[in-house]
């Protein structure tokens, strides 16, 4: 995509581009995780935008440009929704005041040029897509930002000590001193690693009489003062963070400007801003904080997203939502599930992405990877089978942490196969009964060119003699409502399809449980996860 101003403002040298007449833009979705690959992008106000949206989804989308919105454009989304059954034929976009610019609804790998003067009010405004239930995932900001001035005569003097509060630099003689590269702040001394301290000297040119802020962040301590006056004091030892702020009111003209720094050991960071009438946030300093380029530090930190195209992947390893053995399966069409082998049951599924290998891409990695997408629900945490001696007795307790090696009294996990399309279907035992547990996405019902709009499971249980009272937990929770016709609310937009199932409560808890039902020595349980988005 163009990073064009994304990447000029990270790096403090956007004029030129705010500048031009004409700013493009390309927004991509990612596809199968419910996102845009542009969280933030920059425009000066009043420019003549082009902004590119490209759907690399399997599912349709749209971008929403709204006015500024403290809920980030969520209240609008709602608007949509409620159009209800209208929604389709308006492309899900409400008639409201707030909507400044707005693509239809755009098919899979499919695109549309949307084209757009700036507000000229500086700030920023949240983009969306409005289908229902999306704008939770799939939202970014657009700034509107005019750069102020910058540093003049930029000067430094460093000075060499130890010290955990910020002496007085007018009474020490400086190891160095000369003139600021670019008329940036900046630590640039490479043979300096620790135990030194910089005074920072410049001027600032003010036009417009008024409040301005400034914000300052450091590693170790800072002073910044202003014609002799302290405007932002962050002394100390400590690291660096989202900044300490200060005001002060200006008259135009040129204003004395004075940052003093130590840096202790450890770290070294220095940061500073300032923004007033007339512009947005301008950085003082050549090392940057703040909205972009914490969004494009996150962007950086997404690892190895495991992309499902043809074939199931299947992902062995250590998954937050089931235990140790957790075995987890990304099926083509953007359904997700994650089987618990230790307790020989699903324990959770999900949609949109798949899972991101990038914690554990050296050998066993670092911690628990969760789910990369979204609408994710626990299914249960125990096992799937039971005998209950009566209709009204307790699920037996939820195993504590299993040994390894282990499993519950009475299961044990045998395995699995893959299909040609690398689908797997789950071996285990319950005493004598052999359990096959088989999953793999389906169309919703009365839709059957949305693939991926569910999940089917097919339980298969095989014995040589019946087995009186034998139950099937599916799922246990608070969220799990009754249903009609063998249909269940499971909550996140998920309902399960089951017949002969039974909602009731043990110990308090809301739990759905199958009767099971030998014939010729085979009982099979069909189920339906159904997302409503």
Known sequence: MNHLLVVSTLLGLFSAALSAEEVAVTIKTLAAQMKYDTPVFV?????????????????????????????????????????????????????????????????????????????????????????????????GLMQVVAEGPKLTDGKF?????????????????????????????????????????????????????????FRVSSDDGARLSIDGNVIVNNDGSHPSGDGVIGRYGFKPGQH????????????????????GPGFSETWLS??????????????????????????????????????????????????NAAYDADLCNVGMIWRGGFMDAKRHWSDRGDGIQPPLGYAVVELDKNVLLAVLPSADAPWPAQPKDIPNGDWPADFRFTGYTLDKKEIP????????????????????????GQKGASLQRVITLRSDKAVEGLH?????????????????????????????????????????????????????????YLWSY
């Not at 160095?176 to 301290?197: M, T, W």
């Not at 004395?256 to 070294?268: H, M, N, R, T, V």
């Open 43 to 139: 425009v000066p106000p009043g420019a003549k935008v082009k902004l590119t949206f490209i759907n690399d989804d399997e599912m349709p989308h749209n971008l929403v440009l709204s006015k500024p919105a403290a809920d980030k454009g969520f209240s609008l989304a709602q608007k949509a929704w409620d159009l209800g059954a209208k929604g389709i034929e308006k492309q899900w976009i409400p008639d409201d005041p707030r909507v400044l610019a707005a693509t239809k609804m755009v098919p899979p790998h499919a695109q549309e040029v949307l084209s757009f003067d700036a507000p000229k009010e500086l700030g920023t405004y949240p983009y969306i897509c409005t289908f229902p239930g999306h704008a939770l995932a799939m939202n």
């Open 157 to 213: 003097q460093l000075f060499l000590g130890k010290w955990t509060q910020l002496p007085d630099f007018s009474k020490l003689k400086p190891a160095r001193e000369g003139a600021l590269d670019d008329n940036l702040i900046q630590l640039k001394f490479d043979d300096y690693k620790n135990e030194y301290g910089i005074r920072f000297t410049g001027k600032l040119e003010v036009k417009t009489e008024g409040e301005y802020s």
């Open 256 to 275: 004395q400007f004075q940052l003093d720094y130590f840096q202790g050991d450890g770290g070294a960071a220095i940061y500073v801003s300032w923004e």
């Open 286 to 335: 050549k090392d940057q904080i703040g909205t972009v380029a914490m969004h494009q530090r996150r962007d950086d930190d997404h690892g190895i997203p495991l992309v499902v195209k043809d074939e199931a992947i299947i992902y062995r390893n250590f998954i937050r939502g089931v235990n140790m053995r957790g075995i987890g399966v990304g099926y083509p069409g953007g359904v």
């Open 425 to 448: 279907t789950f071996f285990s035992t319950y005493n004598a009964v052999k359990v096959e547990d088989h999953m793999e996405a389906g169309p919703a019902p009365g839709q059957p």
């Open 472 to 528: 099937l937990r599916l799922a246990s929770g608070e969220k799990i409502a009754a249903g009609k016709d063998g249909v269940f609310p499971l909550g996140e937009g998920i309902q399960l399809k089951v017949q002969g199932a039974i909602l009731r409560k043990s110990n308090n808890n809301p739990e759905l449980l199958v009767p099971v039902n030998f014939k010729e020595g085979v009982a099979r349980i069909e189920v339906s």
